[in-house]
């Protein structure tokens, strides 16, 4: 393994805000290990990589290779999608935004077999999500280039005029072009309607609880209800 690759774990260790000692117990070795793991001077077992994959919200082969998910480019995909309006008034519910997200990324993988933005969809109670898609909003909320509105259980969001209406320079004109399709679907239709869609879908329904969904199940869907 490269030092590049160490530095990956590390990065995604980081910013998940969690200590060596807390992975370490997460994945079920000491302090010790991980952190000789961190070094490069061990490696782990299968289901300790296994356990280390959930625990960072990565696949199994992210942790094996050290690929990492393209966070900034996930970030765009949202600005992307609040640009579409995909409401009357541009705000669109948090639940909503992070099934359309995952939509793009299935759906693009469904015809290019690579994700959009390489992000991990882990299967929760509401649908697919990425474990870094709350931090993504929290950042784009403190960096100004969102607005969340909070109505109760309600959270609305919408792009802020001051983000400078930021370049997407991450997306390629087929990807925009893959959103404006799935905006242009969704965005008369209610959350629930789109929640109900996604969980019978086969990537979804394959999977248990709180695991990372694999996007080679999608290519097993039929191709009028991959988006």
């Known amino acids: 393994m490269t030092k590049n690759y ?20 997460k994945i079920g070795i ?30 199994l082969c992210d942790v094996e290779g050290g690929l990492k998910p393209n966070y900034q480019k996930y970030k765009e995909m949202i600005l992307a999608y609040l640009r579409k309006a995909t409401a009357t008034d541009g705000k669109i519910l948090k639940t909503k935004l992070a099934k359309i997200l995952y939509l793009a990324d299935f759906a693009w993988f469904y015809s290019h077999l690579e994700s959009m933005s390489g992000m991990q969809y882990r299967r929760i109670q509401y649908g697919p999500v990425p474990d870094l898609y709350f931090r993504a909003i929290d950042e784009l909320e403190g960096d100004g280039k969102i607005s ?14 001051a983000s400078g209406r930021q370049s997407l320079n991450s997306l390629s004109e ?53 988006y």
């Open 6 to 25: 160490y530095k990956f774990i590390k990065d995604i260790r980081t910013k998940k805000g969690l200590s060596q000692a807390d992975v370490a117990k």
């Open 30 to 59: 000491s302090r010790s290990s991980y952190v000789a793991f961190e070094q490069g001077k061990n490696e782990l077992s299968l289901s300790e990589a296994t356990n280390l994959a959930d625990v960072f919200g990565i696949s």
């Open 148 to 161: 969340i509105d909070r109505k109760g259980d309600m959270i609305l969001i919408s792009e802020n005029d």
């Open 174 to 226: 087929n990807e925009i072009n893959l959103i404006d399709k799935i905006s242009e679907k969704w965005k008369s239709k209610k959350t629930n309607e789109i929640v109900d869609f996604t969980h019978n879908q086969l990537p979804y329904k394959i999977c248990q609880p709180d695991e990372i969904i694999p996007y080679e199940l999608i290519t097993q869907q039929d191709p009028d209800d991959v």
